[in-house]
Nanobody
């Protein structure tokens, strides 16, 4: 059974930082490109960042470029998202998901998504 479990969300003040983690099991994590996707309250899904398998090339949405860092530890089957200089617009549920990269990100079915972790940026 594929399982993706996010953690690390919480309440943080503007300008603060959070580090999200996504623990993967039930598949060969190192073989898969991975992404973080978020959903702000009342809005649709927004791709945030992705990292390829193999060489681990990282990609970012313009809205987070320079503030967020994606990484992976294949030995621990874990995906990370370091988020700095947070602002209210970063508030939302953050999901990790398997997504193949081929110029664009192609997401797999719902079985390959986690249930999300909530990050709230507020003073």
């Amino acid at each position: 059974e594929v399982l993706l479990v996010e953690s690390g969300g919480g309440l943080v003040q503007p300008g603060g930082s959070l580090r999200l983690s996504c623990a993967a099991s039930g598949f060969t994590f190192s073989n898969y490109d991975m992404s973080w996707v978020r959903q702000a309250p009342g809005k649709g899904l927004e791709w945030v960042s992705g990292i390829t398998s193999g060489r681990g090339y990282a990609y970012y949405a313009d809205s987070v470029e320079g503030r967020f860092t994606i990484s992976r530890d294949n030995a621990k089957n874990t995906l990370y998202l370091e988020m700095n200089s947070l602002n209210a617009e970063d508030t939302g549920v953050y999901y990790c998901a398997c997504a193949a990269f081929s110029g664009n990100w192609y997401f797999m079915g719902s079985d390959y998504w986690g249930k999300g972790t909530l990050a709230t940026i507020s003073s």
